[in-house]
Each structure stands twice: as structure tokens, then as C-alpha cells.
T-cell receptor, first 115, second 112 residues
Framework: GAGVSQSPSNKVTEKGKDVELRCDPI?????LYWYRQSLGQGLEFLIY????????KSGLPSDRFSAERTGGSVSTLTIQRTQQEDSAVYLC?????????????FGPGTRLTVT | GQNIDQPTEMTATEGAIVQINCTYQ??????LFWYQQHAGEAPTFLSY????GLEEKGRFSSFLSRSKGYSYLLLKELQMKDSASYLC?????????????FGQGTELSVKP
């Protein structure tokens, strides 16, 4: 079946602009996670959803970052007033449920470059 | 606090065996994962350990010692395609949502 998809695959934006990154999880997966990976760094947790609610937003770096999930499926990560330090690969993952040790399936990521 | 440590890079020879170590400190412990990530690609799941001992899956095995806060990934009969970054990730007992804390990854280079 189809895996996790993300769009766009690449995004170049000017500092100060807003961007929206989209994630389509695997059908039937109730849990959805956002991570980001800066050059030479490990994956950094941002936020996760169980259904449409976000019980853990602890990883969002600032209030410029927000995310939503509608219909228990597609999620959008929005970064307002982008800064150069926001440049990274943003990865989305989904799993069957959040509360068990189901593996997380990752999408190909969106490479964001802020100029 | 939570911390995952693993070597930054390793080199091994095709056909050989390599062991990638990972140590962790978390507030609680609820499972340790290994992922493989080729350059420019998404991480893919390799293994999961929640109990002490060795889990074997073909050429790849993963070991966990909860008392020592230690895990390793063992790759046998190395192939050139095994050149990738290997990510160790721990799941914290208190984060029931399955949030993973990742180490920086170990870049493995397999030489002929």
C-alpha cells in the first residue's frame, strides 16, 4: 500500500515568509508525528497527534510553529515568519497507534531552505 | 532528562561484522528502536527492543541491557548497500504518545 507522503519535497523561501508543509499518513494510522533534521544533527521531535488532538507539542521550537490535523488524516505544519535557522528537513511519521510500541513509518521529508 | 549517545561515524569492510553501540538515559524507559537512513532518504525501521536480550533479524541483530542503559546493533556479512546512517531512538515511559528521542546517528561507511 501507499506509504507516508509529504509535500512539497523541496521548498525555498525568503526569510520572513510563512510556509506550510503537508503530510499524508498511511491510511488507518491514528498517530502522526513531526520531526525535523538539521544538517549533521539527529531527528528532533516537534509534535505528535493522536487522531486530531495534539497531546504533546513540547518540541515546537517557538510560537511561530504550529500544526493541525483534520479528519484524523492529513496534517499541516505551518512556520510563520521563517528564519534561517528553520532550514532543515522536516519529516513526518505515522503509526497505527500512539500508545503502543508500533513502529513509526517515515515519509521522504520536506527540505526547507530559508534564504 | 533524556539523552541518547552513539558514535558519530564508523568504517568497516565488506563481508565483515560491525557493532554500533548506543547508550541512553531517560526518565523512564519504554523501548529502544534502531532505524537505517540512506542519504537523502527517509529513515526505515530495523528493530525494536523492550526486554533485555538479543533480537535477530537476518543479517541484523539488536541487543538491549536495561540495567546498563545500553544497546547495540550488529550487522553481519556487510554489504556496500549497508553504508548509511544508523539511528538509535529511545521511547520514554512518561511520553505515552510514542515520541522518540533520537541520537545523532552513526554514519557507517562500508569499504570494499
Amino acid at each position: 500500500g501507499a506509504g507516508v507522503s509529504q509535500s512539497p519535497s523541496n521548498k525555498v523561501t525568503e526569510k520572513g515568509k510563512d510556509v506550510e508543509l503537508r503530510c499524508d499518513p498511511i491510511s488507518g494510522h491514528t498517530a502522526l508525528y513531526w520531526y525535523r533534521q538539521s544538517l549533521g544533527q539527529g531527528l528532533e521531535f516537534l509534535i505528535y497527534f493522536q487522531g486530531n488532538s495534539a497531546p504533546d507539542k513540547s518540541g515546537l521550537p517557538s510560537d511561530r510553529f504550529s500544526a493541525e490535523r483534520t479528519g484524523g488524516s492529513v496534517s499541516t505544519l505551518t512556520i510563520q515568519r521563517t528564519q534561517q535557522e528553520d532550514s532543515a528537513v522536516y519529516l513526518c511519521a505515522s503509526s497505527l497507534e500512539a500508545d503502543f510500541s508500533y513502529e513509526q513509518y517515515f515519509g521522504p521529508g520536506t527540505r526547507l531552505t530559508v534564504t | 532528562g533524556q539523552n541518547i549517545d552513539q558514535p558519530t561515524e564508523m568504517t568497516a569492510t565488506e563481508g565483515a561484522i560491525v557493532q554500533i553501540n548506543c547508550t541512553y538515559q531517560t526518565s523512564g524507559f519504554n523501548g529502544l528502536f534502531w532505524y537505517q537512513q540512506h542519504a537523502g532518504e527517509a529513515p526505515t525501521f530495523l528493530s525494536y527492543n523492550v526486554l533485555d536480550g538479543l533480537e535477530e533479524k537476518g543479517r541484523f541483530s539488536s541487543f538491549l541491557s536495561r540495567s546498563k542503559g545500553y544497546s547495540y546493533l550488529l550487522l553481519k556479512e556487510l554489504q556496500m548497500k549497508d553504508s548509511a546512517s544508523y539511528l538509535c531512538a529511545g521511547r520514554d515511559f512518561y511520553n505515552q504518545g510514542g515520541k522518540l528521542i533520537f541520537g545523532q546517528g552513526t554514519e557507517l561507511s562500508v569499504k570494499p
